[in-house]
Nanobody
Framework: QVQLAESGGGLVQPGGSLQLSCAASGATLGGFHYAAAWFRQAPGKERERVACISAGDGRPFVADSVKGRFTISRDAAKNIIYLQMSDLQSDDTAVYYC???????????????????WGQGTQVTVSS
């Protein structure tokens, strides 16, 4: 029902910045029904939600591990969700995924298995 496509990943030096984009079609993210989230997964680690925007009110949440460095935002007109990342560190290296789901409550209450709609992922590598 909803299709997602991430872009913007790449190689960046420690302390650098990147902006990831998630373009959606078929539904409005952060609108009346669909929450949107950014997850990341590094080798040997569990998939981690780093940020999300709730359905309805569009309230943003950022995980403690990236708070102060990452910001999630929404362009409602273009139906794009952004993840602005700054002061990147080697531990931020991961595949970053965009996800969307019809969630009734605040998006910070849900884990990865609650989301059924996923993009293909985009690689972010932080290295000198």
């Amino acid at each position: 029902q909803v299709q997602l496509a991430e872009s913007g990943g790449g190689l960046v030096q420690p302390g650098g910045s990147l902006q990831l984009s998630c373009a959606a079609s078929g539904a409005t993210l952060g609108g009346f029904h669909y929450a949107a989230a950014w997850f990341r997964q590094a080798p040997g680690k569990e998939r981690e939600r780093v940020a999300c925007i709730s359905a309805g009110d569009g309230r943003p949440f950022v995980a403690d591990s990236v708070k102060g460095r990452f910001t999630i935002s929404r362009d409602a007109a273009k139906n794009i969700i952004y993840l602005q990342m700054s002061d990147l560190q080697s531990d931020d290296t991961a595949v970053y995924y965009c996800a969307a789901e019809r969630l009734a409550l605040s998006c910070d209450l849900y884990r990865s298995h609650e989301y059924k709609n996923w993009g293909q992922g985009t690689q972010v590598t932080v290295s000198s």
